[in-house]
Structures are given as C-alpha cells and as structure tokens.
C-alpha cells in the first residue's frame, strides 16, 4: 500500500486517494451512510480509492487493507452522519468480489464482478454484470443487472429491479416494486404483491410466479413447449403467442398465479 494523497479543489471539498496492491482474488468492503459509489477496471493486482467530500466527513472515514481485502467504512455512528454527503470511485481489476452497505447514494459498479452482495435503503444500485453469486436487499431504491450469470437473489419493498439479461437462476421478492427481464435462460422465481413482472424474451426451463394485484407479460421464444399452470382470480388470461411449428427444442414449466392481475403470454 501506498501512502494516501490529499489535495483541496475550488468548491471547499478535500479528495484524498489510497492505492493498495492486491492478489488474485480481491474483495472490496464498503460500509457507507450517505455517499455516491462508482466502480471502475483498473488495473491487474491494484485498487485505488479516491474518496472527496468536507473535511469532517473524511475525517471520519477508514480507509485500510488486510490481506485482499480493501475496506471503506465510516467511523461515524448517529443521526449527524447521515445528512453528510461523500463521493467516492474506487478502480478494481475484474472479477473483484464487492460487499456494500448504505443508508442513502447511488451505487455504479460499472465493471464486472464474481460475487456481489449488497443492502441499502434508499439508493439506487447498477451492477455492469457478475458471474458468481449476487445477492441485493433494498426499501426503495432502483436495482439494475446488465449480465446475471450465475445465482441471483433479491429483496425489495418498493424499488424496481431490472436484469437486462439472466443466464442462471433468480430470486426476487418485492411489495410494489416492477421487475423487468431481458432475456431468461435457466430458472426465474418473483413473488410480488402489486408490482408488474415483464420478461421480454423466455428460453429457459423454468417460471414461478405470484403476485396480489400484478401483472404477467411474458414473451416466449420459437421452438418451446411449456407445461403451464396459470390461474388468476379475478384478471385476465391471453395467449397472443403465435402457433408454432416443428421440433420443440426447449422444454419448460411455468407456474404463474395472480388474484387480480392479468397474464398474457406472447
């Protein structure tokens, strides 16, 4: 590890950076109230930190390695804290596993990862992709997964979750938030109790799917034969998939149940 530099620009803010070297297999730790994180490549074997904000904020602020492990916590405690703002960008080689805990900020981890495992209340969080195990808690804040390849898992109560693309098996559990795929392959639980589900583009194996007041818009590929169990209360069911012909390559089983919302395959 290399000593941390410290420098003050024009608007009264201090940035400080910390460069760390690392293995072939590090982690990232962040525990941060208030703050916006972005997440970059860097280079192989390194990680650089660069936090900006007041001086007391920083103050309060550890920055530290043990073994491949690079930490970024605040040492603050108390309701103070939290209406301080940080800004911090931190540069990983690929594949580096993040953990992450915030109250409030966005979170942009724009390079991909192996595992990711993250709880916040109130901040929205992009995740380029990961190719391990990912698990997300949230209240309110938006989650959205470039590449989900491997196993997903996600709870939130009012914030929308987005994969654009999923190959591996997905959990997710919200109140009232949206939940929007890309295209499936592999197996997709979502329990929600009013918030919609969309899956644009389904070739995988397996659906499971509930809801209260929700709706289901599910798109099928050519070439699949389903073994389907949909019930709705008091919604609506369509099939607007058009009749297919020849070989059915892809088998799949979806179990899709509603009260009042509607569930239209296309």
Not at 14 to 26: C, E, L, N, Y
Not at 48 to 73: H, N, P
Not at 178 to 192: E, P, Q
Request: overall charge negative; cysteine-free; hydrophobic content about 40%.
């Amino acid at each position: 590890q290399q000593g941390p530099s410290l420098h003050r620009d024009h608007r009264d803010m201090t940035a400080i950076s910390h460069d760390f070297s690392v293995g072939s297999h590090p982690e990232i730790s962040v525990t941060l109230a208030s703050a916006d994180v972005t997440v970059v490549e860097g280079g192989a074997g390194s990680i650089r930190v660069e936090a900006e904000g007041s001086d007391k904020d920083l103050e309060q602020l550890d920055i530290f390695q043990t073994g491949d492990v690079v930490t970024i916590r605040s040492r603050s405690k108390g309701r103070a804290w939290g209406r301080r703002h940080l800004t911090v960008r931190i540069e990983v080689p690929v594949g580096v596993t993040f953990a992450g805990h915030t109250a409030s900020g966005d979170f942009s981890i724009l390079v991909a990862v192996s595992d990711f495992d993250f709880v916040t209340a109130s901040g929205d969080v992009h995740l380029a992709s990961f190719s391990g195990r990912a698990r997300s808690k949230m209240a309110s804040g938006d989650l959205t997964i470039g590449e989900a390849n491997g196993v997903l898992h996600v709870g939130t109560a009012s914030g929308d979750v987005r994969v654009d693309s999923l190959d591996g098996d997905a959990q997710i559990n919200s109140a009232s938030g949206d939940v929007v795929f890309g295209t499936v392959s592999g197996s997709v639980s979502v329990k929600t109790a009013s918030g919609d589900t969309t899956i644009r583009r389904f070739a995988g194996v397996n659906l499971e799917g509930a809801t209260m007041s929700g709706d289901f818009d599910i798109g099928l590929v050519a070439g699949m034969s389903v073994d389907a169990d949909f019930h709705t209360l008091s919604g609506s069911f369509r099939n607007l998939a058009p009749a297919g012909t020849g070989e059915r390559s892809i088998q799949a089983s979806m179990r899709v149940k509603t009260l009042s919302g509607d569930i239209v395959l296309r």
